[in-house]
């Protein structure tokens, strides 16, 4: 079975700041990979997929990058409504979801 | 607008069973996949089984194959979970998602608020 593995598990940061998270599959996945942002008390939201695809409506400071095994979800300029919990996924089989990285305030 | 509206959850014991149901509105129901992923208290997702457009297709992660049966009414525009032998690791928060494509698995791009299965003696 395919693991997928973020880092780091959680990152403060402030307003302004470029915040880079990274997941890694256990096997290569090509680029069958998606993100989510999830906030408390609150569904999941599909951020990138396909590695680096932006869905409608999400902003552009978001942005994917990677294949094979090793991604990297990037929001070039952190805004307060960014503090959230970060999961990447693959899709390449079953689904798979990372463990999660909680981007807190500094 | 897509929603998707879990209902069912609740207290169970141990051994014990449950029916969860999702109804979906907004789109094609049976264009679709469809999945239902699970969160435990303070925990990640993992995902529990999907099931591609006509229900001739499912997956199970190992955690919940042979306890668990997906199936899908495309005419009443419905997803159901029926979850036997229910233990304690099984209690989360439970979400019904939509998969992008008409597959079984694929990325998940919208979701429901989910509804909450504990499982205590």
């Known amino acids: 079975d395919i693991q997928m593995t973020q880092s780091p598990s959680s990152v403060s940061a402030s307003v302004g700041d470029r915040v880079t998270i990274t997941c890694r599959a256990s096997?290569?996945?090509?680029?069958?990979l998606a993100w989510y942002q999830q906030k408390p008390g609150k569904a999941p939201k599909l951020l990138i997929y396909?590695?680096?695809s932006l869905q409608s409506g999400v902003p552009s400071r978001f942005s994917g990058s990677g294949s094979g095994t090793d991604f990297t979800l990037t929001i070039s300029s952190l805004q307060p409504e960014d503090f959230a919990t970060y999961y990447c996924?693959?899709?390449?089989?079953?689904?798979?979801f990372g463990g999660g990285t909680k981007v807190e305030i500094k | 607008e897509v929603q998707l509206v879990e209902s069912g959850g609740g207290v169970v014991r141990p051994g014990g069973s449950l029916r969860l149901s999702c109804a979906a509105s907004?789109?094609?129901?049976?264009?679709?996949?469809m999945s239902w992923v699970r969160q435990a208290p303070g925990k990640g997702l993992e995902w529990v089984s999907g099931?591609?457009?006509?229900?001739?297709?499912?997956g199970y992660a190992d955690s919940v194959k042979g306890r668990f049966t997906i199936s899908r009414d495309n005419a009443k525009n419905s997803l159901y979970l029926q979850m036997n032998s229910l233990r304690a690791e099984d209690t989360a928060l439970y979400h019904c998602?939509?998969?992008?494509?008409?597959?079984?698995?694929?990325?998940?791009?919208?979701w429901g608020q989910g509804t909450l299965v504990t499982v205590s003696s």
């Open positions: 998602a939509r998969v992008d494509t008409a597959m079984v698995t694929g990325y998940f791009d919208y």
């Open positions: 096997q290569g996945i090509s680029s069958w």
């Open positions: 996924q693959q899709a390449n089989s079953f689904p798979v």
């Open positions: 099931i591609n457009w006509n229900g001739g297709s499912t």
């Open positions: 907004g789109f094609t129901f049976d264009d679709y996949g």
């Open positions: 396909a590695a680096s």
